[in-house]
């Protein structure tokens, strides 16, 4: 079984470091998706027709072909103001495996919320493949809250892709507690000006775990804002691996990291 290779960072470092990417031994992705059932929708309007553009990074081409050309969930959100939205996956014995594709679009002069959760207290081995794409349309304030509650049985990889139009807010608070493998991919493109990126991450490690995150930022829109706390703490044999990049890219004239 071939060793599957994730998460490469934009630049390149010293390979000694072994940061580039992580190394997957043993993992056997599905060739066929089975039927997902087990998802609850609530506080907004949803559709399936999802666009299908290509991500700018993301964990491989090959976990992003398979949401492109397999996923059992589409979910598409056109976020109105003062909408507080919640999407349950919860995985049982009848519900294994989960590659999602879902599409959020905060409407301009809107505030909202979205929490997203995969949840698995099962002992059985689940997997998970998902991409979710977000665009913030100008003045717009969205707080996402991402959960992973999978078991340490189990393997969950996400790409999140985010575009911030102008005077765009968009907080994330991501809770990374599950997945014998947790692999995550994040990419915001600030081309708004005054635009405002927030990340904040909690990660809890035990057993033989394994994170590895990689989050990459542009910055392009003048006065943009970019600020990443990641926190969390590992027990037994857990491991860690975070890698950020924030590029400041020409016409980025005044904006911040924090």
């Known amino acids: 079984m071939p060793n599957l290779k994730l998460n490469e960072t934009p630049i390149r470092t010293v390979r000694n470091y072994n940061i580039n990417n992580i190394e997957l031994e043993n993992i056997e992705l599905p060739q066929s998706i089975s039927q997902f059932k087990n998802v609850s929708i609530t506080g907004v309007e949803y559709t399936n027709n999802i666009n299908t553009n290509n991500l700018i990074y993301g964990l491989s081409k090959k976990l992003e072909n398979q949401v492109k050309e397999n996923s059992n969930q589409k979910i598409k959100i056109q976020v109105q103001n003062n909408e507080n939205a919640q ?5 049982d014995k009848q519900n294994t495996e989960l590659v999602e594709n879902i599409e959020i679009k905060n409407q301009e002069n809107s505030q909202s919320a979205i929490t997203i959760k995969y949840e698995l207290v099962e002992d059985i081995k ?22 992973n509650l999978m078991n340490t049985n189990s393997n969950n990889f996400l790409s999140i892709q985010n575009t911030l139009e102008e005077n765009a807010k968009v907080t994330y608070w991501i809770i990374d507690f599950g997945g014998k493998n947790s692999i995550t991919n994040y990419y915001s493109n600030l081309i708004g000006n005054s635009s405002e990126n927030n990340i904040n991450t909690i990660y809890l490690g035990k057993e033989e775990q394994q994170f590895d995150l990689n989050y990459i930022t542009h910055l392009k829109g003048q006065k943009t804002k970019v600020n990443i706390e990641v926190q969390g703490a590992l027990t037994d044999k857990a491991k860690k691996n975070f890698k950020g990049t924030i590029d400041f890219k020409k016409g980025s004239k005044k904006a911040i990291r924090k």
Do not use: C, E, L, M
Request: charged share 10%.
């Open 126 to 147: 689940a997997y998970h493949n998902g991409i979710i794409n977000v665009t913030a349309k100008p003045n717009s304030n969205i707080n996402i809250i991402i959960v």
């Open 87 to 91: 999407i349950d996956f919860k995985f």
